[in-house]
């Protein structure tokens, strides 16, 4: 089925420890994005991508880092992980920019830090 | 910081009601979307209502805007179980912001 999948579904990091979580579309969409998800607070995008090669901060981006070397993947990056980072991660993708099209989203990833 | 507040945080009603939920956003936007999430799973993009648009339908949702008072409604008729679900609005800003900012969400129960 064409969309957006996260891998891996679930994680447990001990503090300290690395990870990079994989997001993969087949749309041939432009813009890929990484959000973070918190009881009570919503959606809060951590770095975007409007083309392959690109990589920009969003909103909360410390602790993390991005690639977009191939357009139809974009990887989330964690070098150290923290407590405070543990959350359900987004990713999701557009074919433009979003004051044309929704967002297509993955299933998330549930990640844990202890 | 949370562009977009929802209200009410969560909201209970019976099968075949009509449920109404608000967002209230601070800036001026480009356009406004609608979003469901089912639990344990991803956004679901339900319908885009663009700044000089006041009202949208896309089957039972019914989408109004109202950009003097920054404020958005999404009318679900004749709910269902399924229905059952946590709705977000996300508006997209003027100023060259090309990235959604989401609101805290609608959590909606419908009861059978």
């Known amino acids: 089925n064409a969309g957006v999948t996260q891998t891996p579904k679930f994680r447990v990091l001990k503090t300290g420890q690395s990870m990079t979580l994989l997001c993969a579309q087949d749309?041939?969409?432009?813009?890929m994005y990484w959000y973070r998800q918190d009881p009570g607070m919503g959606l809060r995008l951590i770095h975007y991508?409007?083309?392959?090669?690109?990589?920009a901060k969003g909103e909360v981006p410390d602790g993390y880092n991005v690639s977009r070397l191939k357009k139809q993947n974009f990887l989330l990056g964690l070098e150290s992980a923290a407590p405070s980072q543990t959350s359900v991660y987004f990713c999701?993708?557009?074919?433009?920019?979003?004051?044309?099209?929704?967002?297509?989203f993955g299933s998330g990833t549930r990640l844990t830090v202890v | 910081s949370q562009q977009g507040e929802e209200d009410p945080q969560a909201l209970s009603i019976q099968e075949g009601e009509n449920a109404t939920m608000n967002c209230s956003y601070k800036?001026?936007?480009?356009?406004l979307q609608w979003y469901r999430q089912n639990s344990g799973r991803g956004l679901v993009h339900l319908i885009l209502?663009?700044?000089?648009?006041r009202e949208k339908h896309s089957g039972r949702l019914r989408v109004t805007l109202d950009t003097s008072k920054k404020s958005s409604s999404l009318l679900i008729t004749a709910s269902r179980a399924a229905d059952t679900a946590s709705y977000f609005c996300?508006?997209?800003?003027?100023?060259?912001?090309?990235?959604?900012?989401f609101g805290t969400g609608t959590r909606l129960t419908i009861i059978p």
């Open positions: 996300a508006t997209v800003s003027n100023f060259g912001n090309e990235k959604l900012t």
């Open positions: 749309m041939n969409h432009e813009y």
């Open positions: 999701a993708s557009s074919y433009l920019q979003a004051t044309a099209y929704g967002y297509t």
């Open positions: 991508s409007v083309g392959e090669g690109t990589t």
């Open positions: 800036t001026s936007i480009n356009n």
């Open positions: 209502i663009r700044s000089n648009e």
